[in-house]
């Protein structure tokens, strides 16, 4: 027997299980070990031997390699042909370190990108798929992967079906299964067995892994999980995701690439210069000639490419993904933290974003009269208080549809409370028929010498904008239908006023002057309905067919407070430059109302663009209407895609919020989707690049500065990595071309840096403080910039500054050694002061790089780790000029304790001098202005 074909009772039977509590905790257990984690088997990731050997493929790696065969050539002709085994043991040391460098640096990079992915990892276990599942006779929501066979599932529109399940009770369950089918069109599901061989896509009573609800609602019994689904026998292995490099570490590829070229270029030149310079002083060529020469090529070829960078880079987008998640914001892939920072749009729904998504029903209008409703919460206590003094004709018949027409639920908990399950809107009506002392469970227990019967659901969607239940009262079927005032206005006969129906013409004044005094208070409105029918059309009737010819009831007003920290995050964000779009499903008048509460607009005349209006509009239209509308009315999921293009083709970059199904394809075409962790449904959260997990929209403003933030850090050791770059190449550069001749001891040919030491440089007193950039905090005016222009490169605006100040500390590298060599120093001194004169200079120019402005509009202490690594780097950086053991190694060697006293504090110089002038300069051009007095850019 398979499911479908079985009654529901016998697979419940045969799963041993129970529809009203599901299996046991301990049972599930037991289930999980046997059958294994609700998963399909993916292919085994590459050994970590195999990931570290990759590591070493890197270009900078092999021309470290070449530089070791080199040294080994080197000393092998110093060790038999020149007899010579001092020189050739130098030779042999600098091979070695160079190794352990290689060594160390792959382990460090594999070691880095482990802890990234591991990182990642449980990033992305937090956005991973859950099921809603019945365990001992409670609902809960587990990860996907715990479900077993014999588990209770209940799913709604916009859930995935997370295992194979057979129906046991739907309510207009409909499915897309075109992963198994190819079939496009949703499946309408029921619950009734079916016979033998009944192909997949016509098994309407079972529900498949990987599916989504696309309408209605439904429970059912999992039958199958992970490998044992129609999806899990046709599923191949998955492929280990293959790490995808985001357009920063892209462009830093290509910069790389670019710089290994230019660094071929400079080594043959330099190659060939200091060839002629041996020639010149010897008369002839010699290898001993050719070997030195190539160290100096090789110091540079080391010293044209930021060779940390790339590892750097690759932590610190880790370190901001994790940063952003402990603010609520979950990201999914490392792209999306450098496009957050550029974000120029952000469109966001209202309800449960803007607004606290906690309702209640204030007032309504019902059968011509209108009403308050006190008290607020849950709690069933507050007065109905009519408007005007008098008789008044009662509402009980608008309070019985808005009470039965209705998916949520109150229920107490342990300790008293009363806790909302289901719809905020319907929880609102719920409490509303409390009040007035009706509950729907009591009434169709019977227990109120009531008659009624819930047949059919018929659930909300929010392009249909309405629910409807069919019931059945005694004999009498009717439809209750409730929804938006204006859709279901368009669908009605007639108005119950004063307990008799007048006809639409006669009463819609009086209901649309209604609606819009609640909504210009801000409330959501929310019309009930009813309509008398035959048992046929109950039974059988299409949603189409029953929701006409309604009679109105009356009107709910509901509030729905904004968050009250949303209005400062606008405020915020307009200064950042950053537009905020309301866009809701609500009524025009509510959605003004409350974006005027929160700033979004400032005009109590602001344009509302309304569903319908823009299905009006040409896609040209709305290009050039959207950059000055700011809030969006009643519109369908489907519009939402094209105010995200309309305002992509103004080159904006666009981050949209999403909660329901028909969401996804407008958060897939933002530059940045964003779905709601708590009430947003699975396919959404999958849609996303960043998932709220407290659904505020605060939430999306510290990410976006969070995205700022991270990219403003990249930016600022990349200034820092490239300017020692640049320096250490000009110092280089400058002994091959201007020491011509032998200064003092030192001959012509020798460099200014040796290889080993260009390469401390770069992997220690370079690399640790760049890293500990990355956990810079932002600078205090961040958030009153303009946002980033995307299409710009990320060095755009540096290169000027990169270069004057790698010039100098260059040129100060280079005098330094020139200077040392003048006074009769050795050449391991000279190039020891060059050494540390380039360190010094590295480090007091980290302090300059951390700002996009000077050295003094930062307090340079506010960074603690940055200011631990410049600690390190320092003495361990004067640490090896001093011990033998790295004298032999590194060719360094001591210096005196004046010199020491001079290449700690005399390389500060230059940055101070240039941050001092360019300080001055912008005091007198631009004063730095206080955030809070700058003004809002203006965008339209
Ligand atoms: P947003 O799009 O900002 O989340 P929203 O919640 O108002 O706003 P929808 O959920 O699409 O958007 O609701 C649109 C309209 O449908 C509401 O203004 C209300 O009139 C009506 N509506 C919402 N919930 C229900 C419900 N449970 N039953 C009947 N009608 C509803």
Known sequence: MTPYNEHKADVLARLATSRQSGLTSEEAQARLIQHGPNALAASKPLPAWRQFLATLKEPLVIILFIAVLLAWASAGYDFFVRNDPSHGMAAVYESIAILLLIFVNAGLSFWQAKSAQKSLDALKVMADHHAKVLRDGDWLTVPATELVPGDIVSVKTGDFIEADVRWLHVAELQTNEAHLTGEAEPVQKQTHALGADVQIGDRTNMGFSGATVTHGNGLGVVVATGMQTELGKIATLLDQVKD???????????????????????????????????????????????????????????????????????????????????????????????????????????????????????????????????????????????????????????????????????????????????????????????????????????????????????????????????????????????????VILAKTDAILDHDQPITLAAGQAAVEAQVNRFAEQALRTLAVTLRDIDEDLALHGSTGDLEQHLTLLGIAGIIDPPRPEVRQSVTTLHQAGIQVVMITGDHAVTARAIALKLGIVTDPSARVVEGKQLEAMTDDDLFRLAPSIRVYARVSPEHKQRIVHALQRHGETVAMTGDGINDAPALRAADIGIAMGINGTEVTKDAADLILLDDKFTTIERSVRAGRTIFGNIKNFMRHELTTNVAEVLALLFGVLLMTQPVGQVAATTPTLTALMVLWVNMISDALPSFALGYDVPEADLMNQPPRNVKQSILHGMLGRIFLRGIVMGGLVYVAFIWAASQGMSGAEAQTLAFLTLVFGQLWHVFDARSTRTLFARNPFENHQLLLAVAFAAAASLLVTIMPFFNEVMGTAPLSSTLYAAVVFIPALPTFILSGIKELWLRWHRPPVAPERQAAPEHD
């Open 244 to 486: 995808k490099k985001t357009p920063i570490e892209r462009t830093i590829a290509r910069l790389t690439t670019k710089l290994m070229m230019v660094a071929m270029v400079i080594v043959a030149f330099t190659l060939l210069v200091e060839l002629f310079k041996a020639y010149q002083q010897t008369g002839s060529l010699s290898f001993a000639a050719l070997a030195e020469s190539l160290s100096t090529a090789i110091a540079l070829a080391v010293a044209a490419i930021p060779d940390a960078l790339p590892a750097v880079l690759s932590i610190v987008l880790t370190i901001g993904a994790t940063m952003l998640a402990k603010n609520n914001g979950l990201i999914k892939s490392l792209n999306s933290v450098e496009t957050l920072g550029a974000t120029s749009y952000i469109a966001s729904d209202k309800t449960g974003t803007l607004t606290k998504n906690e309702m209640t029903v204030t007032r309504f209008y019902a059968n011509g009269a209108s009403y308050v409703v006190e008290g607020d919460g849950y709690e069933p206590v507050g007065e109905i208080i009519p408007d005007d003094e008098g008789d008044t004709p009662g509402f009980s018949r608008f309070m019985l549809a808005s009470v039965l027409n209705n998916e949520a639920a109150i229920q107490t908990d342990d300790e008293g409370r009363s806790r909302p399950y289901g719809n905020p809107t319907d929880v609102a009506l719920v409490v509303m028929g409390h009040k007035f002392g009706i509950d729907r469970d009591t009434i169709l227990n019977k227990d109120q010498a009531l008659d009624i019967d819930i047949i059919r659901e018929l659930p909300f969607d929010s392009d249909r904008k309405m629910m409807s239940v069919v019931i059945k009262d005694g004999d009498q079927y009717q439809v209750l239908t409730k929804g938006a005032p204006d």
